[in-house]
């Protein structure tokens, strides 16, 4: 009881000036440090290194998380896992041969199978584990720094945001495209991808994905995949994007009557070269020279993004167009029709 | 494979958390007091169930510290009316190449802190490398508004833009004076570069005060692209400084992006309004000139020596001489060559001080306006005839 209000004090007079003694005695107690213990020791038994073929300077290592009692593993997919010899090792420094059994070309994820039966795992569901703010630590094996038994290296962050964006890996076109947590741990080094993202109580928030960039900033993202995608994933139940982005929203093309100058490939500005007689466009009022800001909810850099936003338009169903004209920003609503 | 040889790992030890936990106790603020209250009232209910236990300490303060999440909400909330999104249409294309691994910069969304009700918006200058000619702004209540750059400052990286349309009363955030901030108390980074319009968060710490000659704070917070422009704030949503790249090597536009997302993050407070006022008139802010070169002075070590004075510079219409022993710039002391440069970077151009100076024996002090540093005089051709190839016979 002294102890608590021996602290009490210290908390409630901290503040006011007893600042040198408060901070001594407050922190001296090395216990006080380990807030995170209770997480850390959750998350390390239920976190694997995996070790693969190198190729090139392409790093041959990597790390998992356990989601069955059955010896699944869940990881970021890579060239790693394509040799005879893929390899997890567990928190107790046990070695044992692993084979890919489904992969995910969008989220980059790979499910393992070991022949082992694994106790502590994390159980994937649906219900999301932390919001924005949140503290967060990130359990992996960035650089290959641990080996063996050696534990895994943990980082402490915050849950940056939930947010759904595309971004690309490295110069491919191959387009992450979905939701996922960004974290303010730095997770995008070599080895870091596949590793558990854990509340500062232990839950799985998701996992470290492989290493992307976003293409709004063109910078290396730190993130993680939420835990009810890998859900989805392990089931078997993930949609496939790859034959989702081919088909038309509603089956029909719309149009506007709207062309935009081609001057200058698809990165110009999408100013509009000429407007078809009789179109949605011309109706509304228009006209050629306009700058095309924003459609259907989207700024449009450029030119490829308006040919992107204008396929996400329906025929018959209103929505907003914004132009500058001068030094004005004007706004329309228009409704385009079927495209003939 | 840039990505091995680069120091992305941020260190979070123990002993960081140690001084969070005490700088947190240190302030008194009410958001802080509302924390602090959360968390007797957590002690309060954790006394019965710990009784048992040898140390319920370690309880209290850790649920203190598992509070820390709902002020950073908060002070992101807070600030969050004051932000713009700011997003800008056509340029003369990326620089070449990458700049710290980054292929194609400015692009996207970026984020701009509003500074007067009456619509000037200060973001960061790396935002606008492609010389965008359209620049629209997004206020928080969803309103798209056109924008034209006033005026760039070139030392402190920032980029002063004006909203074209009549808006009167835009939400200010309270600008903290570096004097009030100190190094190891929660730094927030906020920043709309994603593409969301809810805005990412890092959290970290003041790291250091007086940065890149005493114009910058740096934090450990993730600074990047995604929050260039973003405010840097503290545990109450206070703004301590807005995010810029920022290389106290370099004045090159796009250095200090090399040191995106590693710990090193920079914030340049706006609680200068002079800095501000000048932007206003649309004044671009230069870096000191001063216009001497000087060598180590050959005594006990203080001061520096003038070798030469550059012709119509700041240097010669204060008067300053060759063999003047200069000692001391504004409030500051020269000691030698190098905090001699750092000195006159401290100073913006066409800002006067007082240099203190050994002529002769006799101690004086002269005036002395920098300049913007101007290109290099050409040298007075010589010697040409003697080098010309002789015509041909």
Known sequence: MNRILANLLCIVFGGIGLNAVSSEFCVADEKLNGFLKKAVDYALPRTVKIFGASVGRIEGYGTGILVSDEGHVVTGNGVFLNGFNTRVVLNDGTTLPASVIRRDPSLQLALLKIKASTPDFFQLDEKPAAQKGDWVIAVSNSFKVAERTEPLSVTLGVLSLETHLTAKRRRDEILYDGDLYLIDCITSNPGSAGGAVVTADGKLVGMIGKLIESTETNTRMNYAVPKNLLAKFLAGTLPDKTVESTSEPSGKPAELGIRLFALGGRKSPAFVDRVQRGSPAAKVGIRSDDLVVTLNGKTLANSADFDVAAKSLVPGKMTVIVVKRRNKLLRFEITPIEKK | ?393
Request: net charge positive.
């Open chain 2, 1 to 393: 494979m840039a990505s091995s040889s680069r120091p992305y790992h941020r260190s979070r030890n123990p002993t960081f958390k140690v001084v969070k936990m005490r700088k947190w106790k240190m302030t008194s603020s009410p958001f802080l007091c509302l924390l602090l209250v959360g968390s007797l009232i957590l002690l309060s209910t954790y006394e019965n169930d710990l009784s048992g236990q040898d140390d319920p300490t370690d309880v209290d303060l850790s649920a203190g510290i598992l509070l820390a999440p709902k002020a950073f909400r908060a002070a992101a909330a807070k600030v969050l009316p004051s932000l713009v999104t700011i997003d800008s249409f056509g340029g003369v294309g990326a620089v070449q190449g990458r700049i710290g691994g980054i292929r194609r910069q400015g692009e996207g969304s970026t984020t701009g802190i509003i500074v007067s009700k009456d619509g000037y918006v200060v973001t960061s200058s790396f935002n606008f490398i492609q010389k965008p000619p359209i620049i629209t702004l997004t206020t928080s209540d969803g309103k798209k508004h056109l924008a034209k750059p006033v005026a760039n400052d070139n030392t402190r990286k920032l980029t002063l833009l004006k909203i074209e349309s009549e808006v009167e009363s835009l939400p200010v955030p309270v600008f903290l004076a570096p004097a009030d901030v100190e190094v190891g108390q929660w730094a927030i980074s906020v920043g709309i570069g994603f593409g969301d319009a809810n805005p990412a968060i890092s959290a970290g710490i003041v790291s250091a005060k007086n940065r890149a000659f005493g114009r910058a704070i740096q934090t450990d917070a993730n600074i990047s692209p995604a929050n260039y422009g973003g405010p840097l704030l503290d545990i109450q949503g206070r703004v301590i400084g807005v995010c810029v790249p920022l290389n106290p090597k370099s004045t090159s536009l796009a250095s200090g992006v090399e040191w995106y997302d590693s710990g090193i993050g920079f914030a340049i407070p706006l609680n200068d309004r002079s800095i501000l006022e000048a932007l206003k008139k649309g004044k671009d802010i230069y870096p000191a000139f001063l216009g001497v070169q000087a060598k180590p002075a050959k005594l006990d070590g203080s001061g520096v020596k003038v070798v030469k004075i550059v012709n119509g510079s700041p240097a010669e219409k204060a008067g300053l001489n060759k063999d003047d022993l200069l000692l001391q710039i504004g409030d500051f002391p020269v000691q030698d060559m190098t905090q001699f440069k750092t000195l006159i970077g401290r100073f913006d151009a066409e800002q006067s001080t007082e240099i203190r100076l050994l002529r002769d024996q006799k101690e004086q002090t002269v005036e002395v306006t920098f300049s913007k540093p101007g290109p290099l005089p050409k040298k007075p051709v010589t010697g040409a005839k003697s080098k010309s190839v002789p015509d041909k016979k």
